[in-house]
């Protein structure tokens, strides 16, 4: 069982910067993929962003260059740093680890992007 803490979401304008933070606690050893999703307002929910037990990442296309994921094992946290944040980037993030077999889910965190 892996429990996840996220924080970090708000209201910024367009091409301003967020970064957010999502702690693991728990069966901590087990995760092998750690990420961020969202969905916007009567969408679908979609990848963001992977980071590997490797190092490795991949990006959804539309935030390829703008947005960075990286963990920090030490404090078992992983980030997610948004940069020139558009209003099509509005969305709930969600937080997910996951390892063999399962995934576990943040409650979510608000990021609005708005003049």
């Known amino acids: 069982q892996v429990q996840l803490v996220e924080s970090g979401g708000g209201l910024v304008q367009p091409g301003e910067s967020l970064r957010l933070s999502c702690a693991a606690s728990?069966?901590?050893?087990?995760?092998?993929?750690m990420g961020w999703d969202r969905q916007a307002p009567g969408k679908e929910r979609e990848l963001v962003a992977r980071?590997?037990?490797?190092?490795?990442?991949n990006y959804a296309g539309s935030v390829k260059g703008r947005f960075t994921i990286s963990r920090d094992n030490a404090k078992n946290t992983v980030y997610l740093q948004m940069n020139s944040l558009k209003p099509e980037d509005t969305a709930v993030y969600y937080c997910?680890?996951?390892?063999?077999?399962?995934?576990?889910w943040g409650q979510g965190t608000q990021v609005t992007v708005s003049k």
């Open positions: 728990g069966s901590i050893s087990l995760i092998n993929v």
């Open positions: 980071i590997f037990s490797d190092g490795s990442t």
């Open positions: 997910n680890v996951a390892g063999s077999g399962w995934t576990s």
